[in-house]
């Protein structure tokens, strides 16, 4: 390299820009600890990753600390309706939304699989209705563009949608 003024200037721009638009992939950082992305599939949104599956996988089996969908804000939902919508489902999908006690239709108490407090909710017109005291599970309703929930026998085999923070 000659001694020429410009010359480190022009040098460190370059490698600038090859970092900010050619990142060298590095597959250990895609995962685990301190990942800073999403799986390849996955989407990611605020913080979280999601994943629809077709059949039904513990989602701890996909990924480790992942756990069936909470769904917390209306923007959440749609923005995992568009994509379960996108990844070509084509039934009704679990999220993490449940009764773990199972008691009756008149003592209710939703629960969101994992680390979330149930304030948000957007039941289908005339749902939770707890047929025959059997509807303990709640899924995405297809027919709603998978917006809308419906409670239903927790044994239906259904797709899922997976979800765990990075
Ligand atoms: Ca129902």
Not at 2 to 30: D, W
Not at 59 to 70: F, I
Request: proline share 5%; charged share 15%; glycine share 10%.
């Amino acid at each position: 390299m000659t001694a020429g003024s410009s010359a480190p200037i022009l040098f460190s721009e370059t490698a600038s820009h090859h970092t900010v638009l050619f990142p060298l992939p590095i597959p250990s950082l895609g995962s685990g600890i301190g990942a800073t992305s999403c799986p390849p599939e996955w989407l990611f949104y605020q913080g979280h990753c999601y994943a629809f599956f077709p059949e039904e996988v513990q989602c701890q089996y996909h990924r480790k600390g992942a756990h069936l969908a909470s769904i917390i804000t209306k923007a959440e939902g749609n923005t995992v309706a568009r994509y379960i919508t996108e990844s070509g489902a084509t039934g009704h999908v679990w999220i993490g939304l449940h009764d773990p006690r199972q008691v009756s239709a008149q003592s209710l108490r939703w629960t969101w699989t994992y680390g979330s407090l149930y304030r948000y909710s957007r039941w289908n017109v005339g749902e939770p209705y707890n047929l025959n005291d059997s509807e303990y599970c709640i899924e995405l309703l297809k027919g709603t563009g998978f917006k809308n929930w419906n409670d239903q026998v927790c044994n239906r085999k259904n797709g899922y949608v997976c979800k765990y923070g990075l």
